[in-house]
């Protein structure tokens, strides 16, 4: 198994949308982190396009003051600051003004000759989607894209954000868009999660680790229970969160893609093709839903008010931007079946939401017993987040009496290795710059992903839940996620 990466390549990275929250938050941080690892090229500049007006001194004094709440380097380098801050830049124009992409066209130039970039490119997408089929036409149109020809000399490569359509219908409609103007291989589907350390870690402890790799079937494994919980509300997305819900917004990319990871067979050869291609053979293999079977093996929730850290907190329709008789769903749970020779008759549970006990993500694999008993199974949790790493849940005998207690064995990244991972989008951009796609989505992985969540969004809407809100904050979520379990089992506590 191959964990080299090649060097980050000279470029220029232009951020469309560079005025709206992810870019202070996340990608001006990630950059910035880079650069003080001395991981980013020192060819290299970072270009903000928005429509918004500002001058370079106001872009750059905002983006330094979102270095100062959100990057994990802190407090900022004033030295390194000095000099990150000379190669960033603001242009100003309207998604869709023919002259704005040309006058950025004139301006890359300049950089390239400025900062030894030689012509490659990465265009953020970090827009609302409606936006990425107009901007990658305006980049074609303008020669900002390459063609093959060009592309053997220097790249130019598309970041995009979630959501990748809204079911199955747009995502295929919205990928015959961009694929009129920039081919598969240039395309960087995003999803932040794949970046966490622990996630990434999910196929060398797997298959570097024969011990686990042996068991990692439903000859020993009884269930599997993947979580991602949040205490957080919505925040200031009611709009976006009205639109969307929770199945769109988190299971259908989040929780899938630790899905496959987990369940996938070792592929061929450690390359991203093939790694893809074994994660599109689970999500074919997802046993799918119609009609009235929903009900069965999905369940939809939305908080209430309640308390979370010992402070009140408001339910989701009283929430900013949210209809007072909204549906939306704030939690989903599904029973999901692999029909494969690895996989069969093995229940996999998948548990989100907002507003919940704690924050959590983490995969649960709970072995079945040997033998008749009353001990608590073995059970294997990848930890996500917060507290990332893996823990092994085994019997012990008790000194001095004849009983056992459940004891644990605990990895944890920071005691391990003594340093705190890289944030998501640190590696993610740094493989972007690297041109290495594995942990981004293709887009067969997305449409695959759609066609298991589509029937559930087609039922819920024709069937509207008629009990929401149905879960208090600061809970485990609604009390009909037990109708999904089989005899026997039981969900964790989050």
């Given at each position: 198994?191959?964990?080299?990466?090649?060097?980050?390549?000279?470029?220029?990275?232009?951020?469309?949308?560079?005025?709206?929250?992810?870019?202070?938050?996340?990608?001006?941080?990630?950059?910035?982190?880079?650069?003080?690892?001395?991981?980013?090229?020192?060819?290299?500049?970072?270009?903000?396009?928005?429509?918004?007006?500002?001058?370079?001194?106001?872009?750059?004094?905002?983006?330094?003051?979102g270095?100062?709440?959100?990057?994990?380097?802190k407090?900022?380098?004033?030295?390194?600051?000095?000099?990150?801050?000379?190669?960033?830049?603001?242009?100003?124009?309207?998604?869709?003004?023919?002259?704005?992409?040309?006058?950025?066209?004139?301006?890359?130039?300049?950089?390239?000759?400025?900062?030894?970039?030689?012509?490659?490119?990465?265009?953020?997408?970090?827009?609302?989607?409606?936006?990425?089929?107009?901007?990658?036409?305006?980049?074609?149109?303008?020669?900002?894209?390459?063609?093959?020809?060009?592309e053997?000399?220097?790249?130019?490569?598309?970041?995009?954000?979630?959501?990748?359509?809204?079911?199955?219908?747009t995502?295929?409609?919205?990928?015959n868009?961009?694929?009129?103007?920039?081919?598969?291989?240039?395309?960087?589907?995003?999803?932040?999660?794949?970046?966490?350390?622990?996630v990434?870690?999910?196929?060398?402890?797997?298959?570097?680790?024969?011990?686990?790799?042996?068991?990692?079937?439903?000859?020993?494994?009884?269930?599997?229970?993947?979580?991602?919980?949040?205490?957080?509300?919505?925040?200031?997305?009611?709009?976006?969160?009205?639109?969307?819900?929770?199945?769109?917004?988190?299971?259908?990319?989040h929780?899938?893609?630790l899905?496959?990871?987990?369940?996938?067979?070792?592929?061929?050869?450690?390359?991203?093709?093939?790694?893809?291609?074994e994660?599109?053979?689970?999500?074919?293999?997802?046993?799918?839903f119609?009609?009235?079977?929903?009900?069965?093996?999905?369940?939809?929730?939305?908080?209430?008010?309640?308390?979370?850290?010992?402070?009140?907190?408001?339910?989701?329709?009283?929430?900013?931007?949210?209809?007072?008789?909204?549906?939306?769903?704030?939690?989903?749970?599904?029973?999901?079946?692999?029909?494969?020779?690895?996989?069969?008759?093995?229940?996999?549970?998948?548990?989100?939401?907002?507003?919940?006990?704690?924050?959590?993500?983490?995969i649960?694999?709970?072995?079945?017993?040997?033998?008749?008993?009353?001990?608590?199974?073995?059970?294997?949790?990848?930890?996500?987040?917060?507290?990332?790493?893996?823990?092994?849940?085994?019997?012990?005998k008790?000194?001095?009496?004849?009983?056992?207690?459940?004891?644990?064995?605990?990895?944890?990244?920071?005691?391990?290795f003594?340093?705190?991972?890289?944030?998501?989008?640190?590696?993610?951009?740094?493989?972007?710059?690297?041109?290495d796609?594995?942990?981004?989505?293709?887009d067969?992985?997305?449409?695959?992903?759609?066609?298991?969540?589509?029937?559930?969004?087609?039922?819920?809407?024709?069937?509207?839940?008629?009990?929401?809100?149905?879960?208090?904050?600061?809970?485990?979520?609604?009390?009909?996620?037990?109708?999904?379990?089989?005899a026997?089992?039981?969900?964790?506590?989050?």
């Amino acid at each position: 198994m191959e964990l080299t990466r090649k060097g980050a390549s000279p470029a220029i990275v232009v951020i469309f949308g560079a005025t709206g929250d992810l870019t202070t938050r996340k990608l001006l941080p990630a950059l910035y982190n880079l650069a003080y690892d001395g991981e980013l090229p020192s060819q290299f500049a970072c270009v903000g396009f928005a429509r918004r007006e500002k001058d370079q001194k106001q872009f750059r004094d905002e983006m330094k003051e979102g270095l100062d709440k959100f990057s994990r380097h802190k407090p900022v380098d004033p030295d390194l600051w000095s000099h990150f801050s000379e190669k960033l830049y603001y242009h100003q124009s309207e998604f869709d003004d023919d002259k704005g992409y040309e006058s950025l066209k004139a301006f890359l130039k300049e950089l390239d000759v400025m900062y030894g970039t030689h012509g490659n490119r990465i265009f953020y997408l970090s827009v609302q989607p409606k936006y990425f089929p107009l901007i990658v036409e305006k980049l074609k149109k303008h020669g900002l894209l390459y063609d093959a020809v060009e592309e053997k000399k220097h790249f130019s490569r598309i970041i995009i954000e979630k959501p990748f359509g809204h079911n199955l219908k747009t995502a295929l409609a919205l990928q015959n868009e961009l694929s009129a103007y920039v081919d598969e291989p240039e395309i960087y589907r995003i999803d932040h999660y794949l970046g966490k350390e622990t996630v990434q870690n999910i196929l060398t402890f797997r298959f570097l680790n024969p011990v686990f790799e042996h068991l990692w079937s439903n000859q020993a494994i009884e269930s599997m229970e993947i979580t991602v919980a949040e205490e957080m509300g919505i925040g200031t997305r009611g709009n976006l969160w009205e639109e969307q819900g929770l199945l769109r917004d988190i299971v259908q990319n989040h929780m899938m893609q630790l899905l496959t990871l987990a369940l996938m067979e070792a592929p061929p050869h450690f390359t991203a093709d093939n790694i893809k291609n074994e994660k599109v053979k689970v999500l074919k293999a997802v046993r799918k839903f119609n009609g009235a079977e929903v009900d069965q093996y999905a369940v939809r929730g939305q908080y209430d008010g309640g308390i979370i850290s010992e402070k009140e907190v408001m339910g989701y329709r009283q929430e900013n931007n949210v209809s007072p008789t909204s549906k939306v769903e704030t939690f989903a749970a599904l029973k999901l079946f692999v029909d494969n020779e690895r996989w069969k008759g093995v229940p996999i549970y998948l548990r989100s939401g907002k507003r919940l006990t704690r924050r959590c993500s983490e995969i649960a694999v709970t072995f079945k017993p040997s033998f008749p008993t009353n001990n608590a199974p073995n059970v294997l949790v990848i930890h996500v987040q917060p507290n990332e790493g893996i823990s092994l849940n085994f019997q012990s005998k008790v000194p001095s009496l004849q009983e056992t207690q459940t004891v644990r064995m605990d990895f944890r990244y920071d005691s391990t290795f003594g340093v705190t991972p890289k944030e998501a989008y640190e590696r993610l951009i740094l493989d972007c710059l690297s041109g290495d796609s594995t942990l981004f989505l293709r887009d067969d992985e997305v449409l695959a992903s759609w066609e298991i969540m589509t029937p559930i969004l087609e039922w819920w809407e024709k069937n509207e839940p008629s009990n929401f809100p149905n879960y208090l904050s600061g809970s485990n979520g609604p009390d009909e996620v037990e109708n999904l379990l089989e005899a026997g089992h039981q969900w964790r506590r989050i």
